[in-house]
């Protein structure tokens, strides 16, 4: 469970990190898992259902920036999205009835990890209310030189929804830096050990520099909800599959309305795909690459 001043630094800054969530033998045991994927990519060339690949991919030097769904490829990563411990903190922000979205696992390998530039994840997914939080799992220590995620403090509660589109009109999933919309001056890191977890606001603008260090940052990242927040954009597996994704407590059929600010992510945006993807679409960018 969250302490009171754990829960009051979250409503101000918008995320927290909490240490010690996960032991070392469930660390060590993602670890050996995700090194596993990252092997077996020498056999893709090219993005899958399971792999979203660094642009400069080779099978001679496999380069993973993101497991898609991970929780749905091996037991290790899908034994998290009901964590005691990860399932406890979100109750202590939300109450007993907690359901999953999805997941991803961002791997920011030495020397080479892709930018993430800043967003709200809400930009992607506005529901009926804004009890929504991304989980981070560090199977690294996140420190300022490997591409921590970065959260600009009191985002989350900005009156709008900070504009998510390209030049062309579409949706793209990042926010222009030089419309100035907030300050990113003001940015800061969410570091710690491996084994510790963040929780970030849905609104909470964030986003992460490449990773230029010898050290690797694997973020295994859980999208949770409030059971009575309901997706604006439906849930076309119907209602039998979004109930299955309740972790803890129980269902209902009342959608809690909250006076949030939304701005659908539409039209698409035109590469479509992860995150990395849908930034393409951004003319001025934050972050530089990293060198190759």
Same mark, same amino acid.
């Given at each position: 469970?969250?302490?009171?001043?754990?829960?009051? *630094?979250?409503?101000?800054?918008?995320?927290?990190?909490?240490?010690?969530?996960?032991?070392?033998?469930?660390?060590? *045991?993602?670890?050996?898992?995700?090194?596993?994927?990252?092997?077996?990519?020498?056999?893709?060339?090219?993005?899958?259902?399971?792999?979203?690949? *660094?642009?400069?991919?080779?099978?001679?030097? !496999?380069?993973?920036?993101?497991?898609?769904?991970?929780?749905?490829?091996?037991?290790?990563?899908?034994?998290?999205?009901?964590?005691?411990?990860?399932?406890?903190?979100?109750?202590?922000?939300?109450?007993?009835?907690?359901?999953?979205?999805?997941?991803?696992?961002?791997?920011?390998?030495?020397?080479?990890?892709?930018?993430?530039?800043?967003?709200?994840?809400?930009?992607?997914?506005?529901?009926?209310?804004?009890?929504?939080?991304?989980?981070?799992?560090?199977?690294?220590?996140?420190?300022?030189?490997?591409? !921590?995620?970065?959260?600009?403090?009191?985002?989350?509660?900005?009156?709008?929804?900070?504009?998510?589109?390209?030049?062309?009109?579409?949706?793209?999933?990042?926010?222009?830096?030089?419309?100035?919309?907030?300050?990113?001056?003001?940015?800061?890191?969410?570091?710690?050990?491996?084994?510790?977890?963040?929780?970030?606001?849905?609104?909470?603008?964030?986003?992460?520099?490449?990773?230029?260090?010898?050290?690797?940052?694997?973020?295994?990242?859980?999208?949770?909800?409030?059971?009575?927040?309901?997706?604006?954009?439906?849930?076309?597996?119907?209602? *039998?599959?979004?109930?299955?994704?309740?972790?803890?407590?129980? !269902?209902?059929?009342?959608?809690?309305?909250?006076?949030? !600010?939304?701005?659908?992510?539409?039209?698409?945006?035109?590469?479509?795909?992860?995150?990395?993807?849908?930034?393409?679409?951004?003319?001025?960018?934050?972050?530089?690459?990293?060198?190759?």
């Amino acid at each position: 469970m969250l302490t009171e001043a754990q829960k009051a *630094e979250y409503d101000r800054v918008g995320a927290i990190v909490v240490p010690d969530v996960l032991s070392a033998a469930e660390i060590a *045991e993602l670890r050996a898992v995700t090194d596993g994927f990252v092997e077996r990519a020498r056999q893709v060339t090219a993005h899958d259902a399971i792999y979203d690949l *660094e642009d400069s991919h080779t099978p001679q030097q !496999p380069r993973v920036r993101r497991i898609k769904a991970p929780h749905l490829h091996h037991e290790a990563y899908g034994r998290l999205v009901r964590h005691p411990g990860i399932v406890a903190c979100l109750q202590s922000l939300w109450g007993p009835d907690i359901r999953f979205d999805t997941a991803k696992l961002n791997l920011k390998s030495a020397g080479f990890g892709a930018a993430v530039e800043w967003h709200q994840d809400w930009a992607f997914y506005p529901h009926t209310n804004d009890d929504l939080a991304a989980v981070g799992v560090t199977m690294d220590d996140m420190e300022l030189e490997n591409g !921590p995620l970065l959260i600009i403090p009191g985002s989350h509660k900005d009156p709008v929804v900070h504009d998510h589109h390209g030049e062309d009109g579409c949706f793209c999933g990042a926010m222009d830096p030089s419309k100035k919309e907030v300050d990113y001056g003001a940015a800061v890191p969410l570091t710690g050990k491996a084994g510790s977890i963040t929780i970030h606001h849905v609104r909470a603008v964030h986003g992460s520099a490449p990773n230029t260090s010898n050290r690797d940052r694997r973020l295994l990242l859980f999208q949770f909800r409030a059971a009575d927040a309901w997706p604006l954009l439906g849930f076309p597996e119907g209602i *039998e599959a979004y109930d299955r994704l309740m972790v803890a407590g129980t !269902p209902g059929l009342s959608p809690r309305l909250a006076p949030v !600010p939304v701005r659908l992510p539409l039209p698409p945006a035109g590469k479509q795909g992860s995150i990395y993807e849908n930034q393409k679409g951004l003319k001025n960018r934050f972050f530089a690459a990293a060198a190759e």
